[in-house]
């Protein structure tokens, strides 16, 4: 069993920038896709971002594209949201989450281990 940890988030206004954290503990990273959620109040989660295990391929929702970068360190066991140009619709509370060994998903269905969440709450 592996346990996520996502750290960063916070109040921000329009346009700003933040850097989220999930930081795995244990051995099972290195081999597994790892994603971002996001849930606003009200809303079902939705998908924002997907990395497989090397860091060489990632997907992301059309509403982040071109402003949010996933990436991972698999020496540090740790996967980064970057979120630049940031929107007053970016509000919600964040999740990391594990994936597959092979390939990946965009439903929350499709990744098995969360982590708690971090807010990130942009003011316009």
Known sequence: QVQLVESGGGLVQAGGSLRLSCAAS?????GYAMGWFRQAPGK???FVAVINWSGGSTYY???V???FTISRDNTKNTVYLQMN???PEDTAVYYCARGGTTGWGTHPRDFGSWGQGTQVTVSS
């Open 65 to 67: 594209k071109g402003r």
């Open 44 to 46: 079902e989660r939705e």
């Open 61 to 63: 929702a059309d509403s």
């Open 85 to 87: 140009t940031l929107k």
């Open 26 to 30: 244990g051995r099972s990273f290195r």
